[in-house]
Nanobody
Framework: QVQLVESGGGLVQPGGSLRLSCTAP????????MGWYRQAPGKERELVVY????????YKDSSVVGRFTIARDNAKKSVALQMNSLKPEDTAVYYC????????WGQGTQVTVSS
């Protein structure tokens, strides 16, 4: 069973920044695309952005283009999400997973953007 561990969330004011991290220590990491997903209150979980095995970034939510940057470190089996210019509508629980996702999910990390 794959273990996914997210961290780095918190409460931030609009316009602020956060950096999320995810490790997948027992995953065959380097050959998989890795994504960041989010689930806002009352909504379905959705894929926001992913990075291919070769390092190409694909945005699935146009609202984060120019604000969110995804990066991977295959040696550390980790993927990060740098989030800048945060907006209240970015408030959600953020998860990392393969794209397409495994059936197993981590606990996620809460991001709250509020003044």
């Amino acid at each position: 069973q794959v273990q996914l561990v997210e961290s780095g969330g918190g409460l931030v004011q609009p316009g602020g920044s956060l950096r999320l991290s995810c490790t997948a220590p027992d995953m065959a990491f380097s050959g998989n695309a890795m994504g960041w997903y989010r689930q806002a209150p009352g909504k379905e979980r959705e894929l926001v952005v992913y990075i291919t095995a070769r390092g190409l970034t694909i945005y699935k939510d146009s609202s984060v283009v120019g604000r969110f940057t995804i990066a991977r470190d295959n040696a550390k089996k980790s993927v990060a999400l740098q989030m800048n210019s945060l907006k209240p509508e970015d408030t959600a629980v953020y998860y990392c997973n393969r794209n397409p996702p495994y059936s197993t999910w981590g606990q996620g990390t809460q991001v709250t953007v509020s003044s």
